[in-house]
């Protein structure tokens, strides 16, 4: 049977970190970069597609978990992207990874960037659905210079940036 967040028990395990009790599953195989998920906004670890979840899980460790405040995870929701990314390195550190993949889905998405700029060293690769960086591609932000540096013309660096991680 394929493992995914449907067929792995349904019982949450628990870390403390930071004063935050972070529910996650891990479940997928037992090597490779985790793949850690950062779920839309309300979303909780139950709201991944299962049939994609357990696609991934036969190659590799696949990480979901709850955002702090939401769902099984204590303390009080983050108002802002940028805390809500402190509280996701917060979690993988926690986790004791030192390099990650990243699956980031809407707000998510969000995240993810800002963890790449806030956290460098800990992300290998990250894939953005649905998403877009927190308000908006600005010319002048630090988001639209660094999708400018992959090369080529500027079309297909922005094309490269935010597809092919």
Do not use: C
Request: negative net charge.
């Amino acid at each position: 049977m394929s493992m995914s967040n449907i067929t792995i028990p349904t019982k949450s395990t628990f870390i403390e970190a930071d004063g935050t009790r972070f529910s996650y599953r891990k479940f997928g195989a037992e090597t490779g970069t985790p793949v850690v998920f950062l779920v839309h906004f309300r979303g909780t670890m139950e709201n991944w597609d299962p049939n994609m979840l357990a696609s991934i899980a036969k190659e590799r460790p696949v990480i979901l978990f709850d955002n702090k405040g939401v769902g099984e995870t204590n303390g009080q929701a983050p108002e802002t992207i940028s805390e809500m990314t402190q509280d996701t390195a917060t979690f993988i550190k926690a986790l004791n990874l030192n390099k990650v993949d990243l699956l980031g889905f809407s707000i998510g998405g969000m995240v993810a960037q800002e963890l790449a700029l806030q956290e460098g060293d800990l992300i290998r690769r990250i894939i953005i659905a649905g998403s877009s960086p927190e308000a908006g591609i600005n010319p002048d932000s630090v988001i639209f210079e660094r999708m400018n540096r992959q090369g080529g013309d500027e079309d297909n660096a922005i094309d490269d940036f935010m597809f092919f991680f």
